[in-house]
């Protein structure tokens, strides 16, 4: 199934304290996070995972920033021959894959005409769709091509995931706060990118999540989106190395993980 990768490298990081985007913080071995997180891409269709069209990234407004990323986007393209095409995000990681989206239409070709979504293959067959977070690196083929597979089967949005370690409580008031209830940890999922979507299906649910009462900065993934407009949200495996570098401590692991030669 042809396969667009949508990155969203917009981000602040401002849990990481970099003093600059986090897609941009360079890990131990002196690639950025970009840089790998697009090799992981590229990784995933030698591996056969997905048959990569183009790859979309999402980057900061600001010009000197946006620069910057360009540059590590251009030189991958050269290096790898494939398409990459960046555009300018916005404040929130909603909005960021909204700017996104209207690149990988351009990438991906015109959608069908109304019905055509579920139908397999054509030229106005289903386009699939990833989107990625350029904070997770390490993602293994394996999940790259799970997520595809599913995709393939007729599901319109899937989700990778791992079992949640940390029994997880929701709280109430004002510090101090107080316990209000326990989730059934073994119903919980932590949830990782790629998640892949039918491409016109996730365009009509991000419209539709942008009309609705919390607008879109309530999404907090695109499978949020997906599950408002009704659609069934699939699970696949995810994988520990997909795991998100949000602070200090995630980019210590990510360097011992290099040093190490996990990853
Ligand atoms: N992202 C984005 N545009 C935004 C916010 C987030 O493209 N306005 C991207 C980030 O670049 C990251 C991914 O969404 O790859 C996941 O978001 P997160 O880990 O929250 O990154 P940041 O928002 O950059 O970090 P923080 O929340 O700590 O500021
Ligand atoms: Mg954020």
Do not use: W
Request: charged residues 15%; negative net charge; glycine residues 12%.
């Amino acid at each position: 199934m042809r396969t667009t990768v949508l990155i969203v490298a917009a981000g602040s990081g401002s849990r990481l304290q970099a003093g600059i985007p986090k897609a941009m913080v360079t890990l131990g071995d002196g690639h950025t996070m970009l840089e790998h997180c697009l090799d992981s891409v590229v990784a995933a269709r030698d591996a056969g995972a997905i048959e990569l069209n183009a790859i979309a990234v999402v980057v900061p407004g600001d010009p000197d920033y946006a620069a910057s990323l360009g540059e590590v986007c251009h030189a991958f393209a050269a290096r790898t021959a494939v398409t990459v095409q960046t555009v300018p995000g916005g404040a929130e990681r909603a909005d960021s894959v909204r700017a996104g989206l209207a690149a990988v239409r351009k990438l991906a070709g015109p959608a069908g005409p109304a019905g055509s979504a579920g139908s397999a293959g054509g030229p106005f067959g289903r386009h699939a769709l990833l989107v990625h977070d350029a904070a997770r690196p390490f993602v293994p083929p394996a999940v790259f091509s799970a997520v595809v597979t599913a995709l393939e089967s007729g599901t319109a949005a899937v989700v990778p995931a791992v079992e949640v370690v940390d029994t997880i409580k929701t709280v109430a008031g004002a510090a101090p706060e107080v316990v209000t209830g326990t989730l059934q940890r073994t119903q919980l999922r932590a949830v990782q990118t790629p998640q892949g979507f039918d491409l016109t299906s996730l365009e009509a649910a991000h419209r539709l999540a942008e009309e609705g009462a919390g607008g879109a900065a309530a999404l907090t993934d695109d499978a949020m989106a997906m599950e408002a407009a009704g659609h069934r949200v699939g699970v696949v495996a995810g994988d520990p190395l997909g795991f998100k570098i949000t602070t200090q401590l995630d980019l210590m692991m990510a360097n011992a993980l290099l040093a190490s030669g996990t990853s």
